[in-house]
Structures are given as C-alpha cells and as structure tokens.
C-alpha cells in the first residue's frame, strides 16, 4: 500500500477518533501492524495500555480476601433422633515406653565352600578342516573376492552375531545374486495393462 496524503489525514482522523489499531487497519485495508507502524513514524500521540497497573487504576481498591476462621465454619448436624454430640476434647497421654533392648550375640557366619580349581579341558581336536568365511563388506557395497563378485542382500538383522550377506555369486553389473534381484528389481507394469 502506499501512504499518499489522502490516506495519512484518514489515519490521523481515526486515531484522534480512538479506534483500535485493528479497526484502522480494517477500514484502511492495512494490517494492524502497519498501522502501528506507521503512527510511531508520524509521531501520533500513544495509546494507553490496556493493561491496568497497580497504583494507576482508576476503579475503586480491591477488597483484600477476608480471613480465614480457625476452627470448623459450619454448625454441626443436628438430627432428631440423634442426640447432641458433645465435643470431642483432646487428653493428654503418656507417651509408650520403648521395649528394654536385649543384646543377642551373633555368631560368624560359617565359611565358604572350598573351590576346587581343576585343570582346563585339552581343546577339541578339528575332525575336518575348518572353512573360514570370507571377510565382510559393507552393507550395499558389492563385494569381490578374486573375479567373483558376491551378493550383497542382507540375511538377519544388523548388529547381531547372525546377521551375514547371501555370498552367492551376484549377476553380471549387479549387486544381487538371480534371486535377491528378483526381489531388489520389480518391473514396473504400465498402467494400461491395470485398466484391460
């Protein structure tokens, strides 16, 4: 928007008038904000704050709350068939003396079981020879062990001791082997073929 003249003289007018910064904004198709704006950058007098300060209020003083009365507020419930209740007066009492403390003497507790240390088991000796797996690669990585490259699908879940590669040889240029790509790769079908 643009203030020329004609709409600064308006804005002058309707804030002698008193009207809020939001219905200024209103009837000048501006926001309250800009409104505001505005008038601190023509220098117009300011407004009072809505909020009431102590000490500057013009209504009468608050009444402070009334005081709280020790004791019960209301009389008590009178029944015809009951008779009065007479009040319940407190007595004093003599406080219980404590049970005189019997000394126990406690006898150690008994010692620990021996423990028989005996000598470790000799190892097993391997029936066959051991295969060792091929190193680990990165997940998603394609992994190559001499010419053959490996496929990379993921068996179990990550972070755990199961957790391992397919390691079948992958086809040609892709990182799975012919099963898992069958997985990995779903053709696309055209959606003329959904409507026949």
């Known amino acids: 928007m643009e203030w020329n003249e004609e709409v600064i ?5 309707l804030w002698a008038e008193g009207h809020s910064t939001a219905e200024i904004g209103r009837r000048l198709g501006v926001s309250k904000n800009a409104i505001v704006g505005k008038a601190h950058r023509l220098d117009l007098p300011a407004r009072p704050s809505p909020i009431k300060r102590e000490g500057t209020s013009t209504d009468a003083p608050r009444r402070s709350a009334p005081r709280r009365i020790e004791g019960p507020t209301l009389p008590p419930l009178a029944s015809a068939d009951m008779p009065p209740v007479a009040p319940v007066v407190a007595l004093a009492v003599e406080a219980p003396v404590p049970p005189p403390v019997v000394q126990v003497e406690v ?42 490259v490996t496929c990379c699908w993921p068996i179990g879940e990550p972070g755990t001791r199961s957790f391992r590669f397919c390691d079948d040889p992958s086809d040609p240029g892709k990182p799975y082997c012919a099963e898992h790509a069958k997985l990995a790769y779903v053709k ?6 959904d409507a026949a």
């Open 188 to 193: 696309v079908r055209d959606r003329r073929e």
């Open 9 to 13: 003289v308006r804005l002058r007018d």
């Open 107 to 148: 006898a150690p507790p008994p010692p620990p079981p021996p423990i028989v240390v005996s000598a470790p088991p000799p190892p097993p000796q391997p029936s066959r020879p051991t295969i060792v797996p091929p190193p680990r690669a990165q997940a998603g990585a394609p992994r190559s062990f001499g010419r053959v």
